[in-house]
C-alpha cells in the first residue's frame, strides 16, 4: 500500500506564506506525476498545482498562478507545495496525490490520481 502525509498547515493572516510537504512511502513514485488538490467544507476538490514525473513540467490552476509554486525530490519521495500572498479563498484542506499511471501527460482530472492522505488544513484570515 502507498501511503501520503502531507503536513505545513496551519492558521496564517492574509497576505502570509506556508510551505506544505507530502511525504510517500510504500511505494517509489518518481515515474508518477504528483498533484496538491484542496478542497473547502461544502465545494468540491479543486485542481492546485501538479508536477512532473520528473520535475520538468509544472501547472497551475488561475487562482493560484504566481503565488503557488510545487516542488519535488525523487530522492525524498517529498512533493512540497510553496505558498505565497495567501488569501481568505485559499482556505482549504489541502492534498497531494500520485497519478495512476506512470510517464503520462499531465492532467488536472481528480480522478486520475490516488488520494492516500488525510490533508492539511490551511486557514488564513482577513
Known amino acids: 500500500q502507498v501511503q501520503l502525509v502531507e503536513s505545513g498547515g496551519g492558521l496564517v493572516q492574509a497576505g502570509d506564506s506556508l510551505r506544505l510537504s507530502c511525504t510517500a512511502s510504500g511505494r517509489t513514485l518518481s515515474r508518477y506525476n504528483m498533484v496538491w488538490f484542496r478542497q473547502a467544507p461544502g465545494k468540491e476538490r479543486e485542481f492546485v498545482a501538479i508536477?512532473?514525473?520528473?520535475?520538468?513540467?509544472?501547472d497551475y490552476a488561475d487562482s493560484v498562478m504566481d503565488r503557488f509554486t510545487i516542488y519535488r525530490d525523487n530522492a525524498k519521495q517529498t512533493v512540497d507545495l510553496q505558498m505565497t500572498n495567501l488569501k481568505p479563498e485559499d482556505t482549504a484542506v489541502y492534498y497531494c496525490?500520485?497519478?495512476?499511471?506512470?510517464?503520462?501527460?499531465?492532467?488536472?482530472?481528480?480522478?486520475?490520481?490516488?488520494?492516500w492522505g488525510q490533508g492539511t488544513q490551511v486557514t488564513v484570515s482577513s
Open positions: 496525490g500520485a497519478d495512476r499511471f506512470p510517464d503520462a501527460p499531465l492532467d488536472r482530472a481528480a480522478n486520475r490520481y490516488n488520494f
Open positions: 508536477i512532473s514525473w520528473n520535475g520538468g513540467m509544472t
